[in-house]
Structures are given as structure tokens and as C-alpha cells.
């Protein structure tokens, strides 16, 4: 008989497994790598997320860690851009390419001469060639160069989705901004291109089709060894794959994930032995960043948030505010004002739902907390 979870349960869980029931001494690139990545269009937002999961959360330590090339920012899931464990983000490029090509089918559609490919192969070699980070505004001008009845704004669309281009340092690091530049993967991380066999263009179709799926696999155990249990749309909705239930459902049959109902009657998958959290436990009142993935692009944020609340935190420009969890569930959001003093002044916070003054103060005092780590 298949086990069945509250949306307590369900809650408490994701919550412990992101570190937001209470926050963790560990480093830095292990919460990233629990997490599968922090996104990170908004180049600042990762810090906040780190600094709601880790205590004294330093920001010089994940500066390092991008300084260092041990975590790289680069499109990934769903097209976005991700901050992710350098080496990991190798084989979660090419298994989410995928998704990546399908974003550039409509630049491609307005292209009067060019080919995806030669754009592809253009880009590589100005890249490669150079002897520093190429910014955006300089590959963009070369490729008109060689295409000027081409859309610039088309062509560089195609480069990203095509190719692993990592946004350099200085971008990307704590409080501190400027244009992208560019580098490719491999080189950035001084890795060899070279692939094991199954990758090989001269392996079998039958050996890649195995590794391709494998990598899959890979994916699917890292997405809920952070987000899980989940369903099948939850982990289609966080990558932007598809066609994923077949393999779940061989990897049930694997033994490698079990299945619960959901509050909902929905089936949920979970890697085995995992074990779930306690429905009771008590948790605190969290900030969480801009775009965070526990809330935002989620199919399952119903463990999380009521539709009618999120519906609230939505802007015309697609702009994210940071959510407040309270009692775990989505209660309000913050932004950063104009000040940041560390005396409470540098948040400012909108309710969504009626909070009690105990809450509201404890709010408040999160709030102080993360206008520290700003200042």
C-alpha cells in the first residue's frame, strides 16, 4: 500500500532538505550543490539565498569560491541563468541542452542568412582566441561584423543557447556589477573538452541514448535529494525537460525512488531512504532571495504557497521579489531599500496574509538579520 503525505509533512520536508528549518554550518558549495544550483539572473540574489540557509554566511566566501572557478554562472535549467558547482554544471549543460535549443528556435526563425551552426562556430573561435573574457557588447559587434543584415539581439539569443558561455567575474560577485563577459566552460575551468566514451561522436547510438539517459537519472536523484518528494510536472517545471515520467517510473521500478500520494491525490517521487520530516515540527520565519527556487518555477508550490498569494508577488517586468516564509508558507515578500544601516531600515516588507503581532515581530527581526548581512 503506497504511503500517504500530509501537506504539512509535505512542507517540512522540503523545508529541512533546503536548510530553511534552520540554518546550517556547512559551506558554501554544499548548499549550492543541495540545492542544485542557486538562479542567479539576478547576479546579487545568491547571496541572499546563502545567507537564509548558512549561519555567519560570509559573502567574501562565495567571491572565492567565483574568483576560483569553483562555481560558475551559466544558462541552465529552464534557460536561466544558474550559479552552479563548476564541474557539475559540465554534464548539466549537455543534458539541459535540450531546453537551451528549444529557447532559440524563434531567433533562429529571423535570421535571413546565417545558420545556427555558423553563428555557433563564429562565437567559438572569437572566444577561444582571446586572451581575456570577451564582454556581450564585443562579441555582439563581431558577429555584425560578419552578419550586418542580421538582429544582433537574435544572434547573441543563439550563442547562449548554443554555447557553454560562463559570465566572468567581476559580474556576478558581491556587490559589484557591469556588463557580462564571457568565457567558454572547459577553458574557464581548465578542464579537458574530451568526454568519456559513451559521448564519443563515434559511440554507438545505443551507448550515448544509455549515457544520456543516465545523466538524466542524475538530475532527477539531485532534484529531490534537495526538493523532493515531487512530482513529475515538479521536476519538468525546475529543468525544463520533458518526457520525464517514463524514466521516474523505471527508476521506481529500480527500487531508486519511492512513491507517496500526495494531499492532493497526486503521486509523488522521492529518492529511497530519504525519509521524511516530522508534520509538526516548528519552523522560523525565513527571507528568502529573489527568485528562489523553493517558490519560484515550481509546479508543486502549492507545498509552499497558496495560488492566490503568489498571484500577488507577480510584476509586469518578471522581476522577483524576496518571499517570506511564515510557519513555512509564503506570508509576505522584501526588498532591499534605498538604505541599507543594518538597523531594520534596509528591508522593506509587504504583508500578503494577515499576520499575528508575534509573527509580524518575528518578521521584523529576520528582517534586521538580513539588513545586517546587506550592510
Known amino acids: 500500500m503506497v504511503a500517504r503525505i500530509s501537506m504539512q509533512q509535505w512542507n517540512r520536508t522540503l523545508l529541512h532538505r533546503q536548510y530553511l528549518d534552520e540554518r546550517a554550518d556547512e559551506d558554501a558549495i554544499d548548499v549550492i550543490d543541495r540545492c542544485v544550483g542557486l538562479q542567479s539572473q539576478?547576479?546579487?540574489?545568491?547571496?541572499?539565498?546563502?545567507?537564509?540557509?548558512?549561519?555567519?554566511?560570509?559573502?567574501?566566501?562565495?567571491?572565492?569560491?567565483?574568483?576560483?572557478?569553483?562555481?560558475?554562472?551559466?544558462?541552465?535549467?529552464?534557460?536561466?541563468?544558474?550559479?552552479?558547482?563548476?564541474?557539475?554544471?559540465?554534464?548539466?549543460?549537455?543534458?539541459?541542452?535540450?531546453?537551451?535549443?528549444?529557447?532559440?528556435?524563434?531567433?533562429?526563425?529571423?535570421?535571413?542568412r546565417v545558420t545556427a551552426n555558423e553563428l555557433a562556430s563564429a562565437a567559438t573561435e572569437l572566444v577561444s582566441s582571446a586572451e581575456a573574457p570577451v564582454s556581450g557588447a564585443a562579441l555582439?559587434?563581431?558577429?555584425?561584423?560578419?552578419?550586418?543584415?542580421?538582429?544582433?539581439?537574435?544572434?547573441?539569443?543563439?550563442?547562449?543557447?548554443?554555447?557553454?558561455?560562463?559570465?566572468?567575474?567581476?559580474?556576478?560577485?558581491?556587490?559589484?556589477?557591469?556588463?557580462?563577459?564571457?568565457?567558454?566552460?572547459?577553458?574557464?575551468?581548465?578542464?579537458?573538452?574530451?568526454?568519456?566514451?559513451?559521448?564519443?561522436?563515434?559511440?554507438?547510438?545505443?551507448?550515448?541514448?544509455?549515457?544520456?539517459?543516465?545523466?538524466?537519472?542524475?538530475?532527477?536523484?539531485?532534484?529531490?535529494?534537495?526538493?523532493?518528494?515531487?512530482?513529475?510536472?515538479?521536476?519538468q517545471a525546475w529543468s525544463g525537460l520533458r518526457g520525464l515520467r517514463p524514466i521516474l517510473e523505471a527508476m521506481e521500478v529500480d527500487w531508486e525512488v519511492e512513491s507517496f500520494v500526495g494531499p492532493n491525490e497526486e503521486k509523488l517521487y522521492d529518492l529511497d531512504g530519504l525519509g521524511l520530516s516530522e508534520p509538526e515540527a516548528t519552523v522560523p520565519v525565513r527571507f528568502i532571495a529573489p527568485f528562489d527556487n523553493v517558490v519560484f518555477s515550481q509546479a508543486d508550490r502549492i507545498r509552499v504557497a497558496d495560488a492566490d498569494v503568489y498571484s500577488k508577488t507577480l510584476t509586469p517586468n518578471g522581476k522577483s521579489p524576496g518571499f517570506i516564509l511564515v510557519d513555512g508558507r509564503l506570508a509576505g515578500t522584501w526588498r532591499i531599500s534605498g538604505k541599507a544601516d543594518g538597523a531594520g531600515g534596509g528591508i522593506e516588507l509587504t504583508e500578503l496574509v494577515d499576520l499575528q503581532p508575534a509573527q509580524r515581530r518575528e518578521c521584523e527581526r529576520e528582517a534586521n538579520l538580513m539588513a545586517a548581512f546587506g550592510a
Open 140 to 235: 555582439r559587434q563581431a558577429l555584425l561584423d560578419r552578419w550586418p543584415n542580421e538582429p544582433g539581439d537574435a544572434m547573441m539569443a543563439v550563442v547562449r543557447g548554443c554555447l557553454p558561455l560562463v559570465q566572468t567575474p567581476p559580474r556576478g560577485l558581491w556587490r559589484q556589477s557591469g556588463a557580462p563577459a564571457f568565457a567558454m566552460l572547459d577553458e574557464w575551468l581548465g578542464v579537458s573538452a574530451d568526454r568519456s566514451a559513451p559521448n564519443r561522436p563515434d559511440a554507438d547510438a545505443a551507448d550515448r541514448a544509455s549515457a544520456d539517459t543516465e545523466s538524466v537519472r542524475d538530475l532527477i536523484r539531485m532534484y529531490l535529494r534537495g526538493f523532493g518528494p515531487s512530482t513529475v510536472a515538479g521536476i
Open 42 to 112: 539576478d547576479p546579487q540574489a545568491a547571496f541572499y539565498a546563502l545567507a537564509s540557509r548558512i549561519e555567519g554566511f560570509d559573502p567574501a566566501e562565495l567571491d572565492d569560491l567565483l574568483v576560483e572557478r569553483e562555481v560558475v554562472r551559466l544558462p541552465l535549467q529552464r534557460g536561466t541563468v544558474f550559479l552552479m558547482d563548476g564541474l557539475d554544471s559540465r554534464w548539466m549543460r549537455e543534458v539541459l541542452q535540450p531546453v537551451l535549443d528549444a529557447g532559440t528556435r524563434s531567433h533562429v526563425r529571423r535570421f535571413v
